[in-house]
Structures are given as structure tokens and as C-alpha cells.
């Protein structure tokens, strides 16, 4: 999203800091999820590991850190196939890697996700075709900073995640 005016730009920063922006994804985990709904809170701390790589981990026992920042996401039981589960996420906050790190924190990693991700699997349904990550930005919704309109945005799931699903539905 890019804004012409400074004005315009300021307005959905106000947004976002506001958490009026609202944003949902769909994502396709390792495993069998059992919940309809199920709330996240936890305390994520950004590190960096010996080779520079930067990564996100929860902290323990949700323990509060000067630097770590809280974190939520509501996630929802959209389909079982195979043995993965397609979920909708909706973020209460955007902290960076919400939703891998919390997923991954439960025991059920993002399908293709390189950092945090079940990399033997990854290697296997690479071999298989599927070559991204399964995290899919499908809805955006925020007030328009002219004509106060609610404008949402929307996107399909690509064709190779709606074929991932397709073949392992059998």
C-alpha cells in the first residue's frame, strides 16, 4: 500500500499504532489441529544467532523482558487434509514472525517455512512441488484517511497452495 499525500500517510500510521488495521491470513501447519479457536499470548524477544541471522523466540514460561514485546494472534480450524491443518490467523498485534514463531512454539510449524520450520519436511515437499512457504495474506481492512470508508483488500490463495491442499486431500 503506498500513500500519495504525507497526510494520508500519517492517518494509517495513526491506524496501525491504533491496531485498527486489521489483517488475516491463512496458513497451512504440520499436524492436526483440534481447536475451533485458540488464543496466543506470548512474550517474543528478537535475537540475533552467531552466523547474524535474525530470529524471533518466545521467552519462557512467558516470562516479561525489557526488550521482548507481547504477542497475539487468534487462530481458527479452517480444514483438515492429510495430515496438516489449514488455519485462518487474525493478529491482534504484527510483531516480525508472529505467526511462524507462535505455531512453531505449539508444535505445529508452518509448511515450508525455512527458519522455524520441520526442514527434513520442507526438503520432502520441495521434491513434491511445493517450493514457498504455506502463509498467505488474504484480507486487509482499514478506514480510508480521506473519505473515512472502510476499504478491504482481498487475495486468493495462489493456485500452488490451493493445489498443495487439492493433492493431499486424498
Known sequence: MIAKKRSAL??????????????????????LWTDK????????????????QRMVRVLKDNYKNVLS??????FFLKKIFGKYSL?????????THQIRVHLAHLGFPVIGD???????LNKLLQKKGLKR?????????????????????????????KNFIFINEK
Open 10 to 31: 500519517v492517518n494509517v500510521h495513526q491506524q496501525m499504532r491504533e491496531k485498527r488495521i486489521n489483517k488475516k491470513y491463512q496458513v497451512a501447519v504440520n499436524g
Open 87 to 95: 488455519l485462518d490467523v487474525k493478529l491482534i498485534t504484527g510483531r
Open 37 to 52: 479457536q485458540k488464543i496466543v499470548d506470548l512474550e517474543l524477544l528478537k535475537t540475533t544467532a552467531a552466523d547474524g
Open 114 to 120: 525455512q527458519k522455524y520450520g520441520d526442514f527434513v
Open 133 to 161: 512457504m504455506f502463509l498467505h495474506a488474504y484480507e486487509y481492512r482499514f478506514i480510508h484517511p480521506g473519505t473515512q470508508e472502510e476499504i478491504v483488500f482481498k487475495a486468493p490463495l495462489p493456485e500452488e497452495l
Open 69 to 74: 514485546k507481547d504477542s497475539r494472534s487468534v
